[in-house]
């Protein structure tokens, strides 16, 4: 997705699953969530210790995570 995309994107509420882009190595990094939203400003949780990140992020910054169901794929 484009970056003027994401900038119309629902808004990420608390919880939601979302993976951070690294613009230094050029990828997206998982295992976050939203702890909080203000306005068009998010604080993240890591999800291996819970712990809630220093700083802010834009929405730009975020892509929800995608997630695959391996129950429903059979077990693969």
């Known amino acids: 997705m484009d970056p003027v995309s994401r900038s119309r994107a629902q808004p990420l509420d608390p919880g939601t699953p979302v993976a951070v882009y690294n613009p230094s190595l050029s990828s997206w990094t998982s295992g976050f969530e939203v702890a909080t939203r203000n306005e068009s400003r998010y604080c993240l949780r890591r999800l291996s210790d819970r712990v809630v990140l ?3 992020f834009t929405q730009e910054d975020l892509r929800r995570e995608r997630h695959t169901d ?3 794929e059979g077990g693969r």
């Open 70 to 72: 391996v129950a429903a």
């Open 54 to 56: 220093p700083g802010e």
